[in-house]
């Protein structure tokens, strides 16, 4: 049975923001999204660095980016098998858009600092 993603498609309003968080939001996707662009290609080493996801919700995430076309999955012919994910072309589309995520973060943690 295949599994259904409750929000692909979930968009009363034709939102763009809605649209675009169906497709990265989430509690794991961009940090995937971001491990990936940074040279963490197989989801052994993805798990490494993410210790609290387990295997099947990183394999699921994989799969999902994958379905969306923003990540590509590569299988080698090798014995055994190896598997790495890189960026597709519309992928990096992405980019600048979770740098600027990353600039307010970085801002907003630096202002809750001093706010304490």
């Known amino acids: 049975m295949k599994a259904i993603r409750k929000t692909k498609d979930f968009n009363p309003c034709n939102c763009p ?6 497709k990265i939001g989430g509690k794991w996707k961009i940090t995937i999204f971001y491990l990936i662009s940074k040279s963490y290609f197989r989801s052994s080493a993805m798990l490494k ?11 699921n995430q994989l799969k999902e980016l994958t379905e969306d076309q923003l990540i590509e ?5 090798e014995m055994p ?9 519309y992928g990096l ?13 970085l801002k907003d943690m630096a202002r809750t600092v001093i706010e304490k």
Not at 17 to 22: L, M, P
Not at 49 to 59: G, H, Y
Not at 73 to 77: A, H, L, N, Q, S
């Open 93 to 105: 589309t992405i980019i600048p858009a979770i740098k600027g995520l990353q600039e307010w973060g």
């Open 73 to 77: 999955r590569i299988v080698f012919p």
């Open 17 to 22: 923001v809605t649209h675009s968080f169906n």
């Open 81 to 89: 098998p190896r598997v790495e994910y890189h960026l597709t072309e």
């Open 49 to 59: 660095v993410l210790p609290t996801i387990s295997k099947q919700t990183l394999l």
